[in-house]
């Protein structure tokens, strides 16, 4: 799947905090990285897992269905 840019704002203590992470865990790696990572563990975790909507099964629809 191919990177989309996104743009983060964040406070200086949180920063300095994302900057003490990478000295200590992540030598060398940019800040970029390290968020990406972070971002993909999180949406990665079963409790941000969000199951496909697929709607009625043909069998439970009937005209009080119908909008």
Request: charged residues 25%; negative net charge.
């Amino acid at each position: 799947m191919p990177a989309v840019p996104v743009t983060l704002s964040v406070d200086e203590r949180t920063l300095a905090v994302l900057d003490r992470h990478i000295d200590l865990h992540r030598p060398g790696h940019s800040r970029a990285e390290v968020i990406t990572e972070i971002l993909a563990v999180w949406a990665a975790s079963p409790e941000h897992a969000v199951e496909p909507d697929e709607g009625l099964r043909p069998e439970d629809l009937n005209a009080s269905n119908d909008c």
